[in-house]
């Protein structure tokens, strides 16, 4: 995220790496994370539709720039929803209400990709679940190109998680199984391109 906010105003930067970077809003990004932690847990499609609606409302109210009783709201809608485990809900609430969460529900950054002049890599591990790979991977191409650069490689890189190692489901759960720290391979492919870019 981070990186294109910088290189949009700095001609200094030859060129930035994206490991699972978002193409798409935190909103909904936040609500494909969701959907996706659902279905591998079985979650029924009923439910999983109740809760993408209780996360589609929870957005609206994050991303309104009304803060007053923030906290009140988002009780009231968790608790009428009625799924979340009472003893649950405060840290729900405390989690959603965070500086960091909120500006991240709010955050698109198509704009800042729109800006970015310098050659760009993006990579992303086909089972990445925090960071869907081709929806993202394809929002962060069409960005760049409709921002005039075309100096872009996009890549999707199988059997890798959201931390690019080298996974057989890609759940958050199994990071701290693996022992790969970062797949070889992917680095290879970030090495070869930089000496590739830096050539020209």
Known sequence: ?????????????AFIVLLAAPGLSGDKLHRRQSLDALTKLGVKQEDIQKALALNDELHKVLKSKDTTNLAVRLRS?????????????DMTIQSLSTPWFRYFV?????????????????????KDVQVASAEN?????AALKAGGNNNVEIRELPDLNHLFQTAKTGDISEYTRIDETFSPAALK??????????KQ
């Open 106 to 126: 709010n955050y698109d950054p198509r704009p800042d990709l729109k800006q970015v002049r310098c050659p760009v890599l993006a990579l992303n591990g086909a």
């Open 189 to 198: 492919i970030i090495g070869d391109w930089i000496l590739s870019t830096t």
């Open 77 to 89: 809608l968790i608790e009428k929803d009625g799924s979340t485990p009472q003893e649950n809900i």
């Open 1 to 13: 995220m981070i990186a294109p906010m910088i290189t949009k105003n700095s001609k200094d930067i």
């Open 137 to 141: 991977l394809s929002a962060i191409s």
